[in-house]
């Protein structure tokens, strides 16, 4: 009598990707091209939705596709393959988040004590030039949109 605790499910999509799977790891690389065509789009939205940041989203991404595609033969085919993908995916978020908290924000730089180490020389006119200054800067990096200002920052911050 078959054991019914933990059976694996085999529909059309888990063969065709064990097919794929089968295809990479014996080294056509458009075994693996399919696999990525196949899931990209339904991972991208679940870590967009899981993170809140579409840019973050397809980093995260692009990282659980590079660490699949090298752990490919490690893939048991216990779970299906979107399962498997997308706990690397979650791991990659996780490193993620981790390497960003090292990132300084410049919302959280407290501008009057950290931006600015004003001169003992500086007039009061010149010091308050320079806030009004900093102001402006902070306005319109704030009208950007994220991903214009994070480019902006990075380039001269």
């Known amino acids: 009598m078959q054991s019914t605790l933990n059976p694996i499910v085999q529909d059309d999509s888990t063969v065709a990707d064990r097919v794929l799977i089968d295809s990479a790891l014996s080294g ?10 196949r899931y990209q789009d339904r991972l991208l939205n679940s870590m967009h939705n899981n993170v809140g940041c579409r ?3 397809e980093d995260i991404v692009q990282e659980a596709f590079i660490m699949a595609f090298l752990h490919l033969p490690s ?3 216990d779970s299906n393959f979107y399962t498997w993908l997308y706990r690397i995916a979650l791991n990659s978020r996780r490193r993620y988040i981790a390497k960003s908290r090292n990132a300084l924000s410049l919302d959280s730089l407290n501008h009057e004590q950290q931006l600015v180490r004003t001169n003992e020389r500086e007039s009061p006119a ?11 800067v902070r306005d ?3 009208r950007l949109k ?10 001269e911050f």
């Open 146 to 155: 994220a991903k214009h200002r994070a480019i902006l920052i990075l380039r």
């Open 28 to 37: 056509d690389e458009s075994g693996f091209v399919q696999l990525v065509q």
């Open 126 to 136: 010149s010091v308050a030039e320079g806030r009004e200054d900093r102001k402006q």
């Open 55 to 57: 840019v973050m989203a």
């Open 75 to 77: 893939f048991r085919g």
């Open 140 to 142: 319109a990096l704030a």
